[in-house]
């Protein structure tokens, strides 16, 4: 009788922020086909994904992630960044906005957040909670129902994201605008 082994390497399987050094070659890309640059993710392996997200002030269409995924293809098959295989998706950042950067949690404070950072605070890795204050790179979150407020540096963040509240307060671009 045969014994099968598998074994899958984490960082293969894992969607990561991209390095720094790619996302300043996609950037100027994606402004230059008329969008703005929200970050970008990803993934190694047999299914390798490299997932690019984009905004413009009406919103982005299918045409926007067409022109850029075309626009993109060209410079990716010319500078091969990433290793074997991949697939390109272009989208919209969604309801559930992923956040990349420090100045990303600056655009939505009041609104909640979903994070989950590399090592614990607090004996927590995962924190729900309203953006409260963003001071360069240290990001604070007030968590309902405790009279704590949570700060750590943006690079301790792992994963976040704005949670979409239906019914609730605007998680979106019309809060933005109102907000200025």
Request: aromatic share 10%.
């Amino acid at each position: 009788m045969g014994l099968f082994y598998f074994v899958t390497f984490r960082d293969q399987s894992a969607v990561q922020k991209i390095p720094e050094s790619i996302e300043a070659l996609l950037q100027p890309v994606v402004e230059a086909a008329g969008c703005a640059w929200v970050g970008g993710e990803f993934r190694g392996g047999p299914d390798g994904l490299l997932r690019v997200y984009i905004d413009t002030e009406a919103g982005v269409t299918l045409d926007d992630c067409t022109k850029v995924s075309d626009a993109l293809s060209g410079v990716l098959d010319v500078e091969d960044p990433f290793p074997g295989f991949y697939r390109l998706e272009v989208s919209s950042p969604g309801v559930e906005r992923p956040m990349f950067r420090a100045s990303d949690f600056a655009l939505f404070i009041g609104q909640k957040v979903h994070v989950r950072l590399h090592r614990p605070l607090a004996q927590r890795r995962r924190f729900e909670g309203i953006v409260s204050a963003v001071d360069g790179e240290q990001i604070s979150l007030s968590i309902e129902g405790d009279q704590d407020v949570f700060t750590f540096p943006f690079a301790e963040v792992e994963r976040a994201n704005l949670v979409f509240e239906f019914g609730g307060q605007k998680n979106d671009r019309q809060a933005r605008r109102s907000a200025k």
